[in-house]
């Protein structure tokens, strides 16, 4: 059975300091996702990650994968107000067509 | 395109009572899911599709049935409502192809009383 970890599960960030999130997944997987969440809305993708070392940045985010580790990061650069919100990381079975999440990691940044 | 679109959006239900949230897809994707989301426990998977006709378990099953009769619907049926089935629901849409991608729906916020 898959499952998914991520920490923390509560961030308190400064704005303009870095952090990472961390994400560790048990089985074998080649697919990783990052996704964002705002209170009361639906999920907002944010990085796909498809092989072993892919890294992908968007802005202040940068999603890494080490398959071998079975490991993925989210890492915050110099944090802004507007990055507050709850991020998952899911991952896909080989098999593919659906995802095991990860509980998620509520980040509050304070100006 | 309008994605997935999930109805309804929100719902109050009585202990006992049945209901159908409905999920529908434009985008012509082979595979649908449903999640449900409780706090600080994240999404579980409810049940699953990879094409019509074909439905699987996920990881929380009971209590809900589903069918595919078509590749654009994927309802999920609360067969008799329960407290403990009071979450968020999530249907998601996606592809097995080399940019493989999930698209959510808004959401339906049930609660049972």
């Known amino acids: 059975e898959l499952k998914v970890e991520q920490n923390p599960l509560f961030l308190s960030m400064q704005e303009g300091k870095n952090y990472t999130i961390y994400c560790n997944y048990s089985?074998?997987?080649?697919?990783l996702y990052w996704y964002r969440q705002d209170p009361g809305k639906s999920l907002e993708s944010l990085f796909v990650?498809?092989?072993?070392?892919a890294v992908k940045q968007e802005g202040r985010l940068m999603a890494s994968l080490d398959t071998k580790a079975r490991l993925s990061t989210l890492h915050i650069t110099a944090a802004v107000h507007d990055l507050s919100a709850t991020y998952f990381c899911?991952?896909?079975?080989?098999?593919?067509?659906?995802?095991?999440f990860g509980e998620g990691t509520q980040l509050t940044v304070n100006p | 395109n309008a994605g997935v679109t999930q109805t309804p959006k929100f719902q109050v239900l009585k202990t006992g009572q049945s209901m159908t949230l409905q999920c529908a897809q434009d985008?012509?994707?082979?595979?649908m899911s449903w999640y449900r989301q409780d706090p600080g426990m994240g999404l579980r998977l409810i049940h699953y599709?990879?094409?019509?006709?074909?439905?699987d378990q996920g990881e929380v099953p009971n209590g809900y049935n589903v069918s595919r009769s078509t590749t654009e619907d994927f309802p999920l049926r609360l067969l008799s409502a329960a407290p403990s089935q009071t979450s968020v629901y999530f249907c998601?849409?996606?592809?097995?192809?080399?940019?493989?991608?999930?698209?959510f729906g808004s959401g339906t916020r049930l609660t049972v009383v």
């Open positions: 998601a849409s996606s592809y097995r192809g080399q940019w493989h991608g999930y698209t």
């Open positions: 089985t074998t997987s080649d697919r």
């Open positions: 990650l498809l092989s072993n070392g």
């Open positions: 899911a991952v896909e079975e080989t098999s593919g067509s659906r995802l095991t």
């Open positions: 985008m012509n994707h082979e595979y």
């Open positions: 599709s990879v094409g019509a006709g074909i439905t």
